[in-house]
């Protein structure tokens, strides 16, 4: 017979902003969407975790393994932004970002890996940054995180292409988030998006289901154009 169960899908930092936004798609789409965050509590398919731990990763496979027994995208969505100069910016600084971004994003491919491996048409998708693009004031760390992100999306998309695995990255601009108004308060647009607006976390939803299947290796820029100007 064939297999009719929904497709499951798991995103990180998915409280709110574009996770939630991410999850909320994949679910209007009648997907299954486990929802991984620090701030969350834990419900049926809400699980509170820290992405840097290795501990919270593999709790969080055996739940998922127990209840589905598969993966079939995976979305490494979690991150921080400190802003600070490179004078200002404390090794302690620099290393929370990297480790919520960048290695974050590492322990979930690799924890995940073996139920991606059983997934239907199974993918992983990582959230980058305008930053890895084009210079940003204030942002070093960062930058150095979402570009460490977009070299490890293009490695693992040749690695895991034998196993069918997809793994593409998004870029998002200036977006409407609370992590974006802590530091902007409300943001408006700022003159450096040609379409002359700033993001909502919709038009990320959108771009995160990279739906095609020939679609591997891939860093989309969904920025408004800010990237070429």
Known sequence: MPD???RTALVTGAAGGIGRAIADRFEQNGWSVFRFDSTLPDAARAVKGDVRSQTDWAALAERINGEV???DVLVNNAGILREATLAE???????????VNLTGAF?????ML??????????????????????SLRHSAYAASKGGIVALTRALALELAADGI??????????DTPMVQNI???PGFDGLDPLKRISTVDDQASAAALEAGFITG?????DGGRAIR
């Open 69 to 71: 027994g598969r993966l």
């Open 107 to 111: 322990l979930g491919c690799r924890t």
């Open 114 to 135: 073996p139920l991606l491996q059983r997934g239907d048409a199974p993918a992983i998708l990582n959230l980058g940054s305008v930053d890895t693009l084009r210079g």
């Open 184 to 186: 902007l308060g409300k």
């Open 218 to 222: 891939v860093a989309l820029s969904v």
């Open 89 to 99: 910016t404390t090794l302690d600084m620099w290393n929370e970002v990297i480790a």
């Open 4 to 6: 009719t169960a929904p």
């Open 166 to 175: 997809r793994v593409n990255a998004i870029c998002p601009g200036t977006v």
